[in-house]
């Protein structure tokens, strides 16, 4: 049976909704930040005013250690959101992902989502994105340059979904091939690759095999965010949804995978549940070089638009800031090297 070209761009339409309407959280599961505490240093030598947040990635200068993650695109409700959110990671100076270019692939009727984030975007690296299932399969290897250009991406995001995939209705849990073909894609494009969960975490022996095959950045996207399995439940109306909460927490795949930064050079992203400038400080102490946030920001923008989420993303930097200022390091460096207590050893 012919596919209805129109699947993909109604299913977008509605991830949105759901996430912008229902309580798609972890029911019973934190990101783990919570069991940690920072240590208070009461002989700081900062000036608060010279603490520098700007950082690297991929080689350009970004104000902040944070990008906006992967979302949305091939679907109407797509263009404004996507066009929102670039205007504000350009203005804040911030790298933005579009959502999965799986619909550019299909036609060019949504081409326009898409490519309005590099359009209101042009001073900050903009990250394409497809799915394991499209990179798996070998027939879309001549056709991921054209998603490339489609934005002028600054580099690709291969994003890790195998649960979401079970559990959506016409979904595509057919992975085979996936290391092979992302090797391939890696030799093929010029760009960074950086490979992605969608909430169920990216741990250290996965991590190392993506790695292996030329893979340049890892994002962890842990538990205790947003549940993309609860997501798909909710689409499907279903009653049972046993693997709701399934995943290794944010915290834990940092410090995981964070142990493979002794014999490899790789860029490592902490997402999943963050919506705290404390959460942020806490993500880099445990090893992130950078940290990234989606449903918060995606519900900021569509309440407040441009200048909520400038305003949400400054105040969690503005904590961040004083949390540096507080433990006695003046830049996102030092930040990444102060130790952190678990909450047990307080009492
Ligand atoms: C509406 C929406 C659509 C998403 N679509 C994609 C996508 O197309 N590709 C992708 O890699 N991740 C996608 N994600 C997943 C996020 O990038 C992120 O990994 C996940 O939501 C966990 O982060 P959070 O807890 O901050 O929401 C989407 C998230 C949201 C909220």
Known sequence: MAKDPHLTSK???????LC?????????????????????????????????????FFGSKISLPFLISCMT??????????ANLATAANEIGIPIGVGSQRQALENSKYHISYKIIRKNAPDVPVLGNIGAAQAADKNNLDKIQ??????????????????????????????????KNIEKIAKKIKLPIIAKEVGSGINKSSARKLLEVG??????????????SGVEYLRNKDSINQFWDWGLPTTYCIKDVNKLKKSNYFTLIASGGI??????????????????????????????????????INS????????MYLTGVNNIDELKKIKLLRKEELY
């Open 11 to 17: 299913r977008k339409k509605e991830h949105i909704e």
């Open 20 to 56: 912008l309407n229902e309580d798609v959280g972890f029911k019973n599961k934190t990101n783990g930040f919570d069991k940690y505490e920072f240590i208070h240093n009461a002989v700081t030598e900062i000036n608060y005013e010279e603490i520098d947040l700007s950082t690297k």
């Open 73 to 82: 695109g091939g679907t109407i409700e797509a263009q404004s959101i996507n």
């Open 146 to 179: 054209m998603l490339i250009d489609l934005i002028e991406a600054d580099a690709l995001v291969i994003h890790l979904n195998p649960l979401q995939e079970l559990i959506q209705k016409n979904g595509e849990p057919d992975f085979s091939g996936l290391l």
């Open 215 to 228: 893979v340049r950045g890892i994002d962890v996207a842990g538990a205790g965010g947003t549940s993309w």
């Open 275 to 312: 919506s705290s400038g404390e959460e942020i400080a806490k993500a880099i102490a445990l090893g992130a070089d950078l940290t990234a946030s989606a449903r918060p920001v995606l519900k900021e923008i569509s309440v407040n638009g441009i200048e909520g989420v400038k305003y949400l």
């Open 316 to 323: 969690w930097f503005d904590t961040v800031k004083k949390i």
